[in-house]
Structures are given as C-alpha cells and as structure tokens.
C-alpha cells in the first residue's frame, strides 16, 4: 500500500513543465500546480501577447495571475525527493557492518566506494586506469554470465557486450570492437540524434507557437465574421420591414381613394334615385288626368331627366379587391426564398472550404503540387497588340508588328503583358515553358492599370503584381513552376528539371487582398515567349 501512495504522489506531486518533483510549488487561479520557477519562465515568454494559460487545462488569462505558494505541497514533495533519493542510494561494497553511502563505483574492480574506500583510487598507481563512475547498482550486468569476465568488448553482429573470451566460442567470426569503441561512435550517434531531436523540438513549438495564434486569429475572424453577418442581416430584415410598411401604406391609401369615389358615385346615384322618385310621382299624378288638353300640356312642360345609364350588379359573391397585390407580393416572397436558399447554398459551401489547417500545409513532392493544377487561358482583350496569341489562348510570343485588335479597356498599352481569364484564388498550382530571354513570369490584381507609367502598369513595379525573371534558356527543357497560397498569402516559384525535381527559387509571404489572375512579361527586342503548360 505504501508503494501505492508514493506511486500516486510521484504522479499528482510533479510539474507538468519540467515533469519533476515540483520545487516552490505555486497555485495558478484554475487550481493546477507548478514549480514556481517553471510557470514564471514559461509566462515570461507570452507577455508579448498579454495572454497567459495554463498548460494542463488550457485556460487563459489576460491578466498575469498572482503566484500562491502551497506550504503543504512542498513538505510533500520534499518528503518524495528524500524517499526517492534514499531508495536510489547505493551501499559501499567495503564496508563492514554498517553500510556507509556509496559516492563512486569503480567498472574495473566492479565495486562501489563510499569516500573513505575511495582513496586508494585517488592515491594507488595501480588504480590510474581505473574509471570511475556515479554510484550503480547494476555493475554485476558487466560480467560475462558465459565465462564470468567482465565484458569489455561489443559484438556488432549480435548487437550486444561480450567478454574478450565470447569471440573464440559464441560468437566466432562475428565483427567485434572495443567496447570504448563502440562507445565512442555511439555517442557520436546520440549527439546527432540529440541535435536532430532538439531541432524538431525548436521547430514543433515553434509551429504550436503559430498555431496558437492561429487559434487566435480564427476567434477574431469568427467574431467579426459573425458581427459582420448580422449586420447584414438586420439591414436585410429592416429593408423587408420597410417596404412591408410602403405596401402597407399605399394599399390604404389605394383604399382611401377607391373608397371615396365608391361614396361620390353613390351621392350622385341616391340624387338621381331621389329625382326618378319624384318623376315617377309625376307621372302618375299626370296618369289619372283624363282631359286631353290638361295631359298633353303637363306632359309637355316636364323637364327632361338627367340620369346615369343603367347598372347591372351580376356578382354572386363578395368581391376580393387588391389579389393582384397579393400575387405580386406573394411572388416576391418565393423569389426572395429562391433567393435565400441559393444563397445559403453557397454560404454553407464556402463554410464547408474553410479548411485551416489545409491552408497551413504545403505541398513538398510534385505529385502533391500536381493535385492543384490549374489550367492557365490567356485574355486577347487583356494582351498588348505586339503579343501574338497561340490559338489556345495559351501562350504568348512577342512580333515585331502590331497585331490588329480591337480597343479594349483591358488591353495594356504601353506594356508587353497579357493576363489569364479566370481569378486564381485559394491554393493552385501551374507550370510555364518559355524561350528566349526577357521572359517574366507574373500575378497581378485585375485592378491593376493598363495604361499610364510603368510603375503604375509594368508587372513587379507596384503593389498590384508579383513577377519572376525565368532564367536563361538552354537546351535542356526548363519549366518553371508557380504555386499560390492565396488565404495564406503564399507565393513560390520552383524549378522543374527533367527529372521533375521541385527546386524552390523564390518565395513571397505576403497579404492578397484581391483575386489574383496569371500572366506574362515579355522584353522589347528579347524575341522571347511562354506558355503555359497542360498538366
């Protein structure tokens, strides 16, 4: 049981930054220890980012929290430091009865001295060549357990120590040496293999480091993207309240109108019922006169009426006004769903391709670059009139005469250059073969200008386009490779040999701010070309 509980305090009592027992043990605010050396030296290196964590439960403060000594805990690792310490002691192989601390063993006599029995190895001749080591309890696994010799030599073959006696039995023939041989060359091995290991270390916290602020960053762009959307949003939802109010208001307004001349209708029909009354009153007044010369003279001095031509009511049901509102508004509302639901089609998409650690990963092998090739046209409207076109649209050599072609605003005028058709965006790949010198392989903004200085337009001149210089030609067959990171603001630009080696020439690390479109550069008088490549 009690081997148990050291077992438990070895594990719960040791720091998690330097994996010993912990020395000052410290309380951060989450709860978790630590030497107090240890978390001050590893919070001295994220005051640059006011952010401080914790390496056991990754929680962060921005504050640099207070350091709280634990009494208990220390006496508790101080009582484990002591524990282990005794059980590692080793006893003097000299002594007599009580058994002094040994503080050297020797590998020659294999015995251990405590520094009393030690002195003849200090002072004695004989014991010169002795070697002398930290106190071991495991100096017996240096004899022979064949011939009970101590074992000085190692065999190669098997992989293991041997005494100067093994070669002439067991292990006849093989390829033995010295032990300090061996040793020598394996410690050769270890500090290579140390030096190869530290770098990887240096080189993975330095990517954990990146990826930290990676983290970071993806928080930020998340939270704005978020901010940013709602925005939108509301806009979109007040824009919907708003014309639902102006529908809302002209059809009480179409109403209002509608209705008032309904009412001004019936007044005139009601004044007209009230005069056909009175004539229909007449009438019959005049009906039951039966002299001939009293009717034919009230007849005749009755003023003619004035009356609206008659109306037939034929509706069997009460009519519905304003369906044709209805039906547009109703309309509108499938085009704005057809709308919305394209929309987040596309939204999800573009979710869906934010891909973080992709964009963190760069192809190394041909192959991989291979997998994101992109197919390069080249742009008539965009080529200055001195570029012939193949007729693929695929590569460009410069003429000695103006080739007939339409104004464009798109052509360059004053600049032998021509950009691709398509927007290169996200991470692609292609390749160009070219001839001749003055040749320079380019990307630009599609806001770059076509006419005007050559800061301004010339590709490589401005903050609107990146250029290569493709290197002299020769007559091995030379390509040269052009990979883009456009999220990671990565540009490289490799050499292909016929072996179809990737030789990295240049790198830029840059912000993109726009889509990017390919293209070329080609010297007056160079009689170069270039095309580019199907992959």
Known sequence: MAQKGVQFDRETISCSICF??????????????????????????????????????????????????????????????????????????????????????CLVCLASYCQEHLQPHYEGVAFKKHKLVDPSKTLQENICSRHDEVMKMFCRTDQQSICYLCPVDQHKGHNTVSAAEEWTEKQGEVKESRAKIQRNIEDKEEYVNFLNQQVEAIKLSADQTVEDTENIFTLLICLVQERSSEVKKEVRSKQQTEVTRVRELQEKLQQEITELKKRDAELQQLSHTEDHIQFLHGYSTLAPLSVSADLAVTQDAPPRYFEKVTTAVSQLGDHLQDILMEGWTNISLTLEKEDILLSLSEPKTRAEFLKLSKKIILDPNTAHRRLKLSDDDQRATLTKRYIPRPDHPDRFVGCYQVLSTEHLTGRCYWEVEWDGDGVYVAVAYKSIKRTGTQKECLFGRNDNSWIFPCPKHSRQTMRLGVYLNHTAGILSFYCVSDSMTMTLLHRVDTTFTEPLLAGVRILYGSGGSAGFCNL
């Open 20 to 105: 010993d027992i912990l020395k000052e043990p410290v309380f951060i605010p989450c709860g978790h220890s630590y030497c107090m050396r240890c978390i001050s030296d590893f919070w001295d290196g994220e005051d640059d980012k006011n952010i401080y964590s914790c390496l056991q439960c990754n929680e962060t403060f921005t504050v640099r929290p207070v350091l709280v000594k634990s009494t208990m805990l220390g006496e508790l690792a101080e009582d484990l430091r002591k524990s282990r310490l005794q059980a590692e002691d080793v006893d003097c192989d000299v002594c007599t009865g009580t058994k002094r601390k040994a503080s050297q063993s």
